[in-house]
């Protein structure tokens, strides 16, 4: 049973770009999440997904960053007009039901 | 304050010594309690789940005390693969309130 994947697993974007950062969830796990790692700071929870429905948002920046988990295919977190202070580690967790969080291997986003 | 507090450390410990992290949380509310490990540049892994009653898992003993909105890992026997950072991690609720808050984490270095 594969874990919980990401890619791309290093983005390097220019500022004004957009990210897009993908996360497939381990087989039979409906509800994802992520996180964001600041350097040198602790996991700070951005969004909450189930399929196609977002359930907890409280943790997302107002404006460029948009986040979705389809029927099909793997959840997305995207960010648009990126700005320096958007270099962080994004990580994908994923669970069978609102229980224990497997996380995936991370994207590291530099922007330039 | 923040919402799950611990010393950051870092602790540098020889082999085979015992050491022990605390933390503290701010929301009473909080009902599902974990230690994580993250290694450099890697994703959180779950340790162990803590329980009021206290757990233990080989050589790792967690303790949980409610009325202090305290948590504790007691690592004993260091490893040198122990080496790495410990994230206190507080969930809320289950449901919608099911997100993780983390700690920033205490480091770890074991060293012969």
């Known amino acids: 049973n594969a874990g919980v994947m990401q890619n791309p697993r290093h983005l390097v974007r220019r500022r004004g770009q957009e990210a897009r950062l993908r996360c497939s969830p381990m087989?039979?796990?409906?509800?994802v999440y992520w996180y964001r790692q600041l350097p040198e700071e602790g996991l700070k929870f951005m969004v909450y997904?189930?399929?196609?429905?977002?359930?907890?948002e409280s943790g997302m920046p107002k404006e460029r960053f948009s986040a979705e988990f389809p029927k099909e295919g793997p959840s997305i977190l995207r960010i648009q007009q990126v700005v320096r202070g958007d270099s962080a580690a994004y990580f994908c967790?994923?669970?069978?039901?609102?229980?224990?969080?497997?996380f995936g291997p991370g994207t590291r986003l530099t922007v330039l | 304050r923040k919402e799950v507090e611990q010393d950051p450390g870092p602790f540098n410990v020889p082999e085979g010594a015992t050491v022990a992290f605390n933390c503290t949380y701010s929301?009473?509310?909080?009902?599902?309690f974990f230690w994580y490990r993250q290694d450099c540049r890697k994703e959180p892994k779950l340790l162990m789940s803590?329980?009021?009653s206290g757990n233990e898992d080989g050589r790792f003993t967690a303790q949980l005390n409610r009325a202090s909105q305290y948590i504790s890992l007691l690592i004993r026997d260091s490893k040198l693969s122990d080496s790495a950072t410990y994230l206190c991690?507080?969930?809320?609720?289950?449901?919608?309130?099911?997100?993780?808050?983390f700690g920033t984490g205490t480091r770890l270095q074991v060293t012969l």
């Open positions: 967790a994923s669970s069978p039901s609102a229980d224990t969080q497997y």
């Open positions: 087989k039979g796990h409906s509800h």
């Open positions: 997904l189930q399929k196609e429905n977002i359930i907890d």
């Open positions: 929301n009473s509310a909080s009902q599902s």
């Open positions: 803590v329980y009021s």
């Open positions: 991690v507080v969930r809320e609720g289950t449901g919608t309130a099911s997100k993780l808050t």
